[in-house]
Structure formats: C-alpha cells, structure tokens
C-alpha cells in the first residue's frame, strides 16, 4: 500500500514540474535561514491577484521531490510576527524567489519567535 502512495506522490510531483517548466526553476534550493519573496494567488470574489510573502523560512518539512513537502516562512509586520504555512506544490503558490541565505546552524528556527529586533537577526551568507 505505502509503495502505491509513494508511486502516486512522484508522478504528481514529475507532473507539476513538468507544467512548471521544471523543479530547478520553479523552486530553488533554499533552506531554514534563507530569506524568500513568496507570490502566491488570492482570490476575492472574481478578482484573482498576487500577493507576496517576504521573510525567513524557520521550517521545513520532508525533502522538496516529496509532494506533500511544506516550509514555513515568518517575517515582521510592525512589531508583530506573522508566519505562514506553504504547501510547496500548490496551485496557489504561481512564484518563490531566494532573495538572501542565511547562515544557521539549525533545521528548525522557531527560537526566533521569541527574539525581537537585532537579536532576531540572522547572519547573511556573501557569494562572490
């Protein structure tokens, strides 16, 4: 039964990238500690537009070729954090952009959701 559903899970996912134009341009290799630019689509009544989601991603769970994988993504908005929870093979999710990576030294950054300010920064990784 687990290896139908594991079957399952990988067509769907080879299905996805193949109508995305591929895993590599549609999700880059980000991790816990990247800061990422997520559009994703809101529906009002008729009207369906893009919204965008910038902040630190503090999770992540099961590897990016699982289907049900998800990240969670936090950012400040005043003095108050907001996270958000993404399916990462959506339909609602149409774009996500690495815009800087961090540097951690762990896979689950919910320590974060007590800090405030500076100490909330995280260290960013300089490519040359």
Known sequence: ???IIEQ???????????ERGGLEKF??????GDTVAVKYKITEGDNV?????????????????NFSATFTVRKMSGN?????KFVLYSGVISEIKLLKEGIVRRSKL???RNLTGKAARIREKISN
Do not use: C, H, W
Request: proline share 2%; hydrophobic share 40%; net charge positive.
């Open 27 to 32: 999700v880059p290799n980000f991790k816990s």
């Open 110 to 112: 919910y320590y974060l």
């Open 8 to 18: 399952f899970q990988k067509e769907q996912v080879a299905k996805i990238n193949e």
């Open 80 to 84: 108050i954090g907001v996270e958000r």
């Open 49 to 65: 537009r893009l919204q965008t989601f910038t902040g630190v991603v503090i999770a992540r769970s099961k590897s990016f070729d």
């Open 1 to 3: 039964m687990v290896n």
